[in-house]
């Protein structure tokens, strides 16, 4: 597993075109906006504002993590230091790299999480018990 820091993970905005007209704003994700070639997508929705999500570390993986609408926290941790990010402006999202351990809660009503992932589902790639993740590091 990378040998990773919460303080190599970061918020990136994305471009942002604002509507001249009532027509709305647009974001937009190309080719280098994130250091990785998305895999797959997902996105979690629905879920109670007392629910957590996450609970795990990848050990190759990389995650950009998008508020479309709502808010949530993602609170990061690399074995030694914590970090809680704020994710509520659907314009910026949240680049987690892999080796870090990711817990998302306090939800909103109505918030969705879309994920882009720079590889398609592996279970090998899961660390799902933090004692574990802490000794790998």
Not at 16 to 23: M, T
Not at 44 to 71: M, N, T, W
Not at 80 to 101: A, D, E, Q, R
Request: glycine residues 6%; hydrophobic residues 35%.
């Amino acid at each position: 597993m990378r040998d990773t820091k919460v303080t190599d993970c970061y918020i990136i905005e994305l471009k942002k075109i604002e509507g001249q007209d009532a027509r709305g704003s647009l974001s937009v994700i190309e080719k280098n906006v994130i250091p990785f070639e998305s895999k797959r997508v997902y996105y979690l929705y629905d879920v109670p504002s007392d629910a957590k999500r996450g609970g795990h570390a990848h050990k190759e993986l990389y995650q950009f993590l998008i508020p479309l609408c709502g808010s949530f926290d993602v609170v990061l941790n690399d074995g030694y230091s914590k970090k809680t990010f704020t994710l509520n402006k659907p314009n910026k999202g949240l680049l987690i790299c892999p080796g870090i351990w990711r817990e998302l809660e306090n939800f909103s009503s109505g918030a969705v999480c879309l994920v882009l992932a720079s590889e398609v589902y592996d279970e090998s790639d899961y660390i799902r018990d933090f004692m574990a993740f802490k000794k790998c590091k």
